[in-house]
């Protein structure tokens, strides 16, 4: 199962450690894509390893005396930038997060540091893909939320109701309009006018008599 990771100077046992701890770790769905050693040119009994996966990186430290090896990962999201540095004596491979922690192993044989940035530079750009897509549905989701809640308040409105004209009888030349007898309340200011004015001396009792029937008249 190793084998595949072994095209590029990796060291089979570093591997084989590596290996054997990390099919421990993966999560559902999740794919080793590069494992990288450490070659160091004096003494290389422990190298540090790196291993890519469609889901993060990790770092792995050989500790007491190579019988236990600790490990450091950071998810693709977390990590803001991947950057490789070739010296003199292989190179440096490194990444940042999103909070600022960085993590870096050197003494990479060149060729492993070039193929783990650019696995991680893939990995970054899928990353940032996949955030793009998340936040087009995002902002679907709002605007047709935003467009149903505006159809509701338009399908609820109440259409208002236009005031019903009343309608006047038509007329003609020749139509006569009825002279609206007075209203009792009209008639009764005037009999008591009429009535004062009787008794103030004013009028007549004859002139009094003769306006009262008037007015009683034209009811």
Same mark, same amino acid.
Request: a positive charge.
């Given at each position: 199962m190793i084998e595949k990771f072994l095209h590029d100077e990796q060291d089979p046992k570093a591997v084989e450690r590596v290996y054997s701890r990390l099919v421990d770790l993966l999560t559902t769905?999740?794919? !080793? +894509?590069? !494992? #990288?050693?450490? %070659?160091?040119?004096?003494? &290389?009994?422990?190298? /540090?390893? !790196? #291993? +890519?996966? &469609? %889901?993060?990186?990790?770092?792995?430290?050989? #500790? &007491? +005396?190579? +019988?236990? !090896? %600790?490990?450091? /990962?950071?998810?693709?999201? /977390?990590i803001v930038e991947v950057y490789t540095k070739e010296e003199i004596i292989g190179a440096v491979f490194s990444a940042k997060t999103t909070n600022g922690a960085e993590m870096g192993v050197d003494y990479l044989p060149k060729v492993q540091a070039r193929k783990l940035y650019q696995y991680a530079q893939e990995r970054k750009e899928a990353e940032r893909e996949a955030r793009r897509q998340r936040e087009l549905e995002e902002k679907r989701a709002e605007s047709g939320s935003l467009q149903i809640d505006h159809a509701a308040q338009v399908a609820f409105q109440p259409v208002p109701t236009q005031p019903q004209k009343q309608e006047l009888p038509e007329l003609t030349p020749f139509t006569i309009i009825p002279e609206t007898p007075a209203k009792p309340d009209e008639l009764t200011e005037k009999l008591k006018k009429l009535k004062t004015l009787f008794e103030n001396g004013l009028i007549s009792q004859e002139e009094y008599n003769n306006k009262k029937l008037e007015l009683l008249s034209d009811l």
């Open positions: 769905g999740e794919e !080793i +894509l590069y !494992i #990288a050693t450490q %070659k160091k040119p004096i003494v &290389n009994l422990f190298p /540090d390893c !790196i #291993a +890519l996966t &469609n %889901k993060r990186v990790l770092f792995f430290t050989p #500790a &007491n +005396l190579g +019988l236990s !090896i %600790k490990f450091v /990962d950071f998810v693709w999201k /977390d």
